[in-house]
Structure formats: structure tokens, C-alpha cells
């Protein structure tokens, strides 16, 4: 009986043993998963803050919670079991549908940039905002950031499992759980600092040290003017980020040539500026693919409102 007891007890700690090194291979898997997708972090960080500019302070943070509520319910609701059922059901469908993800950021990202340029259509349309209820524009605002969200979700999602491909069911499942919870509570950590930095600055200009005072000063007049050149940044971001899908979701298609010429106008033009070329690579990179996803949210503009009428009729778009 005691030689039992021992050999039991030999087999739990094999088993422990063994969940100890898987959570290490989770954790380990989950950090490489989350360096993977830093690119499209960013990009989500710099488009999420536009979304609270022009509300009141006091709803800022309370904004900032719904929008981030939502981002986790896309990430563990609805992308993870979609991206476990892909990934092992119909694996060849998972580029496509990103592929129509970055079609919408593009589309999204171009009328972003019209607005910015030529300002909102008409007086009347100015009209109709202004008189719009306060929490009315709030609930626009967390609909419109939750939409943006499940776009860049699911390619932070993809490309997090498509790192951890190789591993089991499980593990896959734990991964995309964990990146899921660590990249929301990263970016919108991040985003409620950059938001409220004003007050913060607000707070430090009225303490007793003069440093301190300075510097608080600088953050009350820096942080308008930094939420509103993030705003530029997260309309880029967009069309950056819209562009490069489609571009790598071409490759992964058969379909080379946009990859490749992109790739040889960054190598002349880090061969012809010859400082920090691999940064100049990146951001000639970076170019080529916003400007063409500007020119395929163009093409979904027109296209949208040649159909928009008909969805108007149909209920599934306003006038």
C-alpha cells in the first residue's frame, strides 16, 4: 500500500511537472505572440484616443472602459473561438476575411482623411451634430471604436496564430486567451494615461515645486496638441495598416507583385539615403502601403455610395 502511495504520489508530481512547463511554454508563447503583433499595437494605441477627443472630461475614462470592455469581447468571444474553428476547419478562409478587414480599415481611414481636409458636408450636417444628445455622440463614438477594434483585434489575433500553428488545441486557446487579455489591458492603459495626462498636468501645476509646476504646465498646453497630431497618426495608422494586409494577404494568394515592388522602392530608397537604412527602408515601406490603401478606401468611398441609397432604403444605412 505504501509502495502505491509513493508511486501515486511520483505521478502527480510528473503531472504538475508537466502543467508547470506548459504554463512556462504558454507564457513564453504568449510574450513572442504579443512581439510579434507590437506593429498593430501601436497602430491600435494611436487610433483609439481620436475617438474621445471633444467629449467632456468627466467622460473620458468611462469611455475609454467601454471601448476596451468591447475590444475584449471581440478578442475572447468572438475572434478566438472563430479563429480556432478556422484554423483548424477551413484554414485557406482566415486571409481572405482579413483581407475584407483591411478593405473596411482603408475605407475607414479615407473618410477620416476627407473630413479632416474638407471639413463635414454642409451646414445643415454640422447642424444636426451640434444638436445631437451628448451621450447620443458617446454611444457613436464606443460603436465606432469597437468596430475599428475587431479589425485590428483580428489581426493581432491571426497573427498570433499563426506563431503558435504548430502547437496543440489547448495551448493555441490559452495563447490567444492570454494576448487577447494583455494587449487590452496594454493599449488601453496606455490610451487612459495619454487621455488624461491634461488633468494630470492640471495636478502638477498646482504642487508646491516649481518643477514640478513646469512640467505640468507643459502637459496642460503639450496634450491638445499631441491628441490631436495622435488623431493624424491613427487616420495613417489605419491606411497603413489596411494597406499592408492586403498586400501580404495578396502574397499569401499567389499574387507577388505589389509585395515585391514595394519591397525593391525601399531597398533603392535606403540605398540612396544611406543613413539608418533600415529605417528609411521601413518608412518607405510603411508609404507605399498607405498610399495604396488610400487609393483602395478611395475605390470603397465611391463604391459604397453608388450602393448607399439602396441600404438607405433597406434600413442598413442612414441618409
Known sequence: MATGLIAL?????????????????????????????????????????????GLSPAR????????????????????LPLCLLLGYFAPWLIMPLLMLGGIYLCFEGTEKLHEAVFGHHGEQGATEVDGTDASQIEKEKVSGAIRTDFILSAEIMALTLAGVSESGFYAQAAVLAGVGIFITAAVYGVVALIVKADDIGLALAKSGSAALRGFGKLLVRGVPVFLQLL???GTAAMLWVGGSIIVHGLAELGFHAPEHMIEHVAEQAAAVVRVLPSVVGWLATSLQQAVLGLVIGAAAVVAFNLVKPALVRMGYAHG
Do not use: C, H, M, W
Open 9 to 53: 504520489l511520483d505521478d502527480v508530481a510528473a503531472i504538475a511537472k508537466l502543467a508547470a512547463s506548459s504554463l512556462d511554454d504558454v507564457a513564453a508563447q504568449t510574450i513572442k505572440a504579443s512581439t510579434k503583433a507590437a506593429g498593430v499595437v501601436i497602430d491600435d494605441t494611436a487610433v483609439t484616443p481620436r475617438y474621445v477627443v
Open 60 to 79: 473620458e475614462l468611462p469611455t475609454i472602459g467601454k471601448i476596451a470592455l468591447g475590444s475584449l469581447k471581440n478578442k475572447l468571444i468572438f475572434l
Open 231 to 233: 488623431a493624424g497618426i
